[in-house]
Antibody
Framework: EAQLVESGGGLVQPGGSLRLSCAASGFTFSTYWMSWIRQAPGNGLELVANIKSDSSEKYYVDSVKGRFTCSRDNAENSLYLQMNNLRAEDTAVYYCVGFGARVYWGQGTLVTVSS | DVVMTQSPLSLPVTLGQPASISCRSSQSLVYSDGNTYFHWFQQRPGQSPRRLLY???NRDSGVPDRFSGSGSGTDFTLRISRVEAEDVGIYYCMQHTQWPHTFGQGTKLEIK
């Protein structure tokens, strides 16, 4: 059974940093585009970063460009999101999502940016 | 950015009755390869979203056949032929024809 497990969320002050991790299993991770999608409390979905299967292409939504960096390690079946200079508006549940023949979602990890 | 506009945003439905959700995009979602990269997602209360339909009208594995999708270009529709209690949740359309990939605002389906 395919599974994505996020970790690394928590409470951080504005301007701080966090690194989210996502461990994948049960599917061929190395062939999937991977994304980080966030959902602010009570709000809809926003795709913040995309990374191609071989890391050759990366895309970021304008609001996180220059602050967030997405990376992956196919040997470890892992996806990462380095988040720097965090702002209150980055507060959300962050989902790790795999797009391929099927779409797999993690359970999400909550990031709260507050002083 | 491609703006995805859903309607209605709230959808009360009687059990066993049909339901329909519309999604309109601000630009054509037909990619240069001729494909339309448009999906529908369902998010049940307290759960992560899951994809229901991909490329406009193709059901994902395990999705009941009461769910169907149609449309082209900029206008798309999700239909549920007979709503069941397990269909309660928020439905999102999404395009990944053009970066940034964008979602609609969501349509909350509830039982009357």
């Amino acid at each position: 059974e395919a599974q994505l497990v996020e970790s690394g969320g928590g409470l951080v002050q504005p301007g701080g940093s966090l690194r989210l991790s996502c461990a994948a299993s049960g599917f061929t991770f190395s062939t999937y585009w991977m994304s980080w999608i966030r959902q602010a409390p009570g709000n809809g979905l926003e795709l913040v970063a995309n990374i191609k299967s071989d890391s050759s292409e990366k895309y970021y939504v304008d609001s996180v460009k220059g602050r967030f960096t997405c990376s992956r390690d196919n040997a470890e079946n892992s996806l990462y999101l380095q988040m720097n200079n965090l702002r209150a508006e980055d507060t959300a549940v962050y989902y790790c999502v795999g797009f391929g023949a099927r779409v797999y979602w993690g359970q999400g990890t909550l990031v709260t940016v507050s002083s | 950015d491609v703006v995805m506009t859903q309607s209605p945003l709230s959808l009360p439905v009687t059990l066993g009755q049909p339901a329909s959700i519309s999604c309109r995009s601000s630009q054509s979602l037909v990619y240069s390869d001729g494909n339309t990269y448009f999906h529908w997602f369902q998010q049940r209360p307290g759960q992560s979203p899951r994809r229901l339909l991909y490329m406009v009208s193709n059901r994902d594995s395990g999705v009941p056949d009461r769910f169907s999708g149609s449309g082209s270009g900029t206008d798309f529709t999700l239909r549920i032929s007979r709503v069941e209690a397990e269909d309660v949740g928020i439905y999102y359309c999404m395009q990944h024809t053009q970066w940034p990939h964008t979602f609609g605002q969501g349509t909350k389906l509830e039982i009357k």
